[in-house]
């Protein structure tokens, strides 16, 4: 026998902290990811992404600009900055095809959904905002419950 050990099936690449496992009855994903989990992915990434600079953008007002209650304004902007965690991380898992991730994906765009509405009724150059948002929105949703996503992340029927 050789003095070599081999690594489990579902052994990942070591990282810091050693190896990582797949969790138990998850298929490690094999084959290129789908086009429509890439996009869904990607549009998850932008919301974040679009999140973290409003919240950067109201911190900033909230610290150098004039606003009415600058305490507001600094909370406004941490609060969206946390916010915009929840879209990033569920893109990162998206495109890692992590099962999980689904979830996450989805609330982000149901939550998008009632800001959309919001952006709507504000009216003038929002309003084409809330028509980008609510499209982006349903557009993500029509992507993760695609068969071809779910069977990518694992998810489906048992047989």
């Not at 990282?15 to 994903?29: I, L, N, S, V, Y």
């Not at 909370?75 to 965690?85: E, Q, R, S, W, Y």
């Not at 905002?129 to 048992?158: D, M, Q, S, Y």
């Amino acid at each position: 026998m050789s003095s070599k050990q081999s690594a489990p099936k579902n052994a990942r690449k070591s990282g810091p902290a050693g190896p990582r496992q797949q969790p138990a009855g998850a298929p490690a994903p094999t084959g290129p990811r789908p086009a429509r989990l890439t996009a869904a992915a990607v549009l998850t990434g932008l919301e974040g992404v679009a999140l973290a600079a409003a919240g950067i953008y109201m911190l900033a007002m909230g610290l150098l600009g004039k606003p009415d209650s600058p305490q507001q304004a600094e909370t406004g902007g941490l609060t969206v900055l946390a916010l915009a965690v929840l879209p990033l991380v569920a893109a990162r898992g998206l495109w890692l095809r992590r099962r999980w991730s689904r979830g996450p994906a989805m609330i982000t765009q149901i939550m998008a959904l009632p800001v959309a509405w919001t952006l709507y009724v504000a009216g003038g150059a929002m309003v084409a905002a809330a028509v980008a948002l609510v499209l982006v929105a349903l557009g993500t949703l029509a992507l993760l419950v695609n068969p071809t996503a779910t069977e990518a992340l694992g998810i489906g029927p048992r047989e």
